[in-house]
């Protein structure tokens, strides 16, 4: 109980809207003083548009300063953003990014401690409590994942079973072995062990686990249903990035109509990804995230490419934080097939009703003879079989017409035998685009 008190942080979580932009401000000052004296790239960035520390002085400010982009990081790598000196820096994590340059972000002793006083309160608010076990199927590196539910599953102080990722049968044997309670790993993960306890005969009834802490990728509600069906939980969101410490600026409460960022560490705005225009709340544009607290990668209004809508109200779980919908894409998740915009999540939702449950997918893009191909396989599911569609040729036929007229184009919908297409053990890689590796 005492930890469950510590880390329902009441003061931060539930403080008014006036208390939380007076804070807010109070610690924006701070840090852009901090990012003005210690970042000379972002400082450069201040000079150019002629602004000084002083003129920001309180987050009505906020839209003054200049935007960090991807690119940014890319231009500082792999020191040119660090606000601390390296000897004062005891971590680095870095993307699972496989194009480009990854990015790496640094850690101060403190940075540490509030990215996992964030991943507590997502712990605590999945309901768990010092009286858990809790398994940490996130990939453990380099990867945020996997050191940052570790060190919140220890404050909380559950029982913290540091699986990495992988090995699922083994995955299966220490959960009910240990009788663990509480399962993070991303959401294909999870289908995926889901999947497998059923292959193995495995009640989820037989199993100890109450609770799911899934994130760093897009996931459906039908995924969510799925996931909780096979496991037996209820399956809570989390949301983070690098760039900012990792899982837990976001993360979902009992009542899951979204996820409360954690407000009083991050400012959260919407912007109109083309023009740079601040939105207002429930109009749906690209998240950007300013850090309040971090020391060591301090970053000032970044651009995550996330499509996102956030809401403020009342929420009956008594936390004021803003809450952000589920980012259902990134902006540089797009593919550009023929010339007209295919977001994968498009592709998802069409296949999700025709199944009516989650069907393993890949998208595959290719160029031949200078056009677009744009393949779809699909694993064959009983479900697909209705009484219109009979026959493969009826489903590919049906899900080829939905999708074009979703999309505006066709693809080439390729039945493929149930678990032919690989499943994932960290993120879920959906699309295959040869184009970028010919080109
Ligand atoms: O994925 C951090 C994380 C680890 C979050 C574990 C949650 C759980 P990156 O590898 O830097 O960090 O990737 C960050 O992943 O900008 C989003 O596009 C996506 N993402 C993260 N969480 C969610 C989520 C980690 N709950 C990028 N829903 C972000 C949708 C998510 N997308």
């Given at each position: 109980m005492e930890t469950q008190k510590r880390y329902r942080d009441e003061k931060h979580e539930c403080m008014s809207r006036e208390e939380m932009k007076a804070l807010q401000s109070e610690k924006l000052v701070k840090q852009v003083r901090h990012v003005w004296d210690n970042v000379p790239y972002y400082r450069r960035k201040m000079e150019v548009r002629g602004l000084k520390p002083t003129d920001i002085q309180s987050i009505d400010d906020l839209h003054k300063l200049p935007f960090l982009s991807k690119a940014d990081l890319r231009d500082a790598y792999p020191y040119g953003l660090l606000g601390k000196p390296l000897d004062e820096c005891v971590r680095i994590q870095s993307t699972s990014g496989t194009t480009g340059k990854r990015v790496v972000a640094f850690y101060t002793q403190n940075d540490v401690d509030m990215w996992e006083e964030c991943v507590a309160r997502a712990i605590v608010a999945a309901g768990g409590t010092d009286k858990d076990v809790c398994q940490v199927a996130y990939g453990y590196g380099l990867f945020t994942g996997g050191a940052g539910l570790h060190g919140g599953s220890h404050?909380?102080?559950?029982?913290?079973?540091?699986?990495?990722?992988?090995?699922?049968?083994?995955?299966?044997?220490?959960?009910?072995?240990?009788?663990?309670?509480?399962?993070?790993?991303?959401?294909?993960?999870?289908?995926?062990?889901?999947?497998?306890?059923?292959?193995?005969?495995?009640?989820?009834?037989?199993?100890?686990?109450?609770?799911?802490?899934?994130?760093?990728?897009?996931?459906?509600e039908e995924m969510r249903r799925e996931i909780e069906k096979s496991l037996g939980i209820k399956a809570f969101d989390i949301y983070g990035l690098t760039e900012l410490s990792g899982p837990g600026v976001a993360f979902e409460c009992e009542e899951q109509t979204g996820m409360h960022i954690n407000e009083d560490h991050f400012i959260a705005e919407i912007i109109n990804p083309d023009t740079g225009e601040v939105l207002p709340d429930g109009t749906k544009g690209e998240l950007v995230f300013t850090s309040l607290d971090k020391e060591a990668f301090p970053l000032l209004r970044y651009r995550t490419r996330d499509i996102c809508v956030l809401t403020r109200g009342k929420?009956?779980?008594?936390?004021?934080?803003?809450?952000?919908?589920?980012?259902?894409?990134?902006?540089?998740?797009?593919?550009?097939?023929?010339?007209?915009?295919?977001?994968?999540?498009?592709?998802?939702?069409?296949?999700?009703?025709?199944?009516?449950?989650?069907?393993?997918?890949q998208i595959v893009v290719d160029r031949v003879n200078n056009t677009d191909t744009f393949d779809i396989l699909v694993e064959v599911d009983d479900s697909m079989f209705s009484d219109t569609v009979k026959t493969y040729e009826d489903i590919q036929k049906t899900i080829a017409n939905e999708l074009k007229s979703v999309l505006g184009i066709r693809a080439k919908i390729r039945l493929v035998e149930p678990k032919s297409i690989p499943r994932s053990e960290g993120k879920a890689v959906r699309v295959i685009d040869k184009r970028k590796l010919h080109g």
């Open positions: 404050k909380v102080g559950c029982l913290t079973l540091p699986m990495s990722s992988g090995n699922t049968e083994r995955q299966i044997q220490f959960m009910q072995d240990l009788g663990a309670t509480i399962l993070c790993c991303t959401p294909s993960y999870a289908a995926y062990i889901g999947e497998t306890i059923k292959e193995m005969g495995i009640s989820p009834d037989t199993l100890s686990l109450k609770a799911g802490i899934f994130g760093a990728e897009p996931w459906t929420c009956s779980c008594g936390r004021t934080l803003v809450k952000m919908a589920k980012p259902m894409g990134r902006s540089d998740d797009m593919l550009i097939i023929r010339g007209v915009n295919v977001f994968p999540s498009q592709i998802e939702s069409v296949l999700v009703k025709m199944a009516k449950t989650m069907p393993n997918y």
